[in-house]
């Protein structure tokens, strides 16, 4: 069953359209055109052979702000991939918010994550990604990992992530376990040391490293939800387009 997460705009609070699937929703708070919620697994999450699909839509001049309340482990199934499905539309100068917390990958485990998201004119997202490779003395499993975002223009971010523990590659994880990631779209937030500025407005920070706490990415998080937050209703800088 599909996890469905809408808002619209109303009042004096906003309608908030939560289904239950292999994730369970739940309204934090709301007010009239912004909406909190919490996502946490209805059962076992993730095994073999798991299907996970989430539909997100945040209607015009709406924010949507989704939180993890505990981080996901993909446990040992070598014979049976566990797939996870996104699918999120963001109307007209909407914000779309998404603090995920970190997918553990144990030892074994195979997992295909796909997220697509579309933009409507002036909509912004940020979303918070973490990957670890494996659960403590566990080498991990694998990832396939496509995310797609899309605006009335065409494409503005599309990339694709293959990992897997048991064979560190240089040049994307090599001996490290973690992958943290922020990524911003539709705005153009303050430049931080280290993060790639999108041809369009956007950008993108990562971190690599050996342990969760160690990334210094919560900040930028903060910073750049801030933002998005801020630029609400404010018509995006389209000087440059191009695919990243």
Known sequence: MTTRIAVRAGAPRAHVDL??????PRLVGRT????HVALSAAGMLLLGGDVVHVEVDVGAD????LEDVGGMVAYDAPASASRWTVDARVGSRAT???RALPLVLAGGARVERRTDIDLDRGARAVLRETVVLGRQAETGGSLTSHLSITDP??????ETLEVDGSLPEPGILGSARVLDAVIAVGFRPDPEPGAMLLDQPGAVARHVGGRTHESPLDDIWAS???AARSSAGSAPNTALRATA
């Open 19 to 24: 289904v239950v699937g292999a994730l369970a």
């Open 153 to 158: 223009d065409g494409p503005m971010l599309d």
């Open 96 to 98: 779309l918010l998404w």
């Open 32 to 35: 009239d055109c912004t909406a």
């Open 224 to 226: 750049w939800s801030e």
């Open 62 to 65: 709406c924010t949507l702000e």
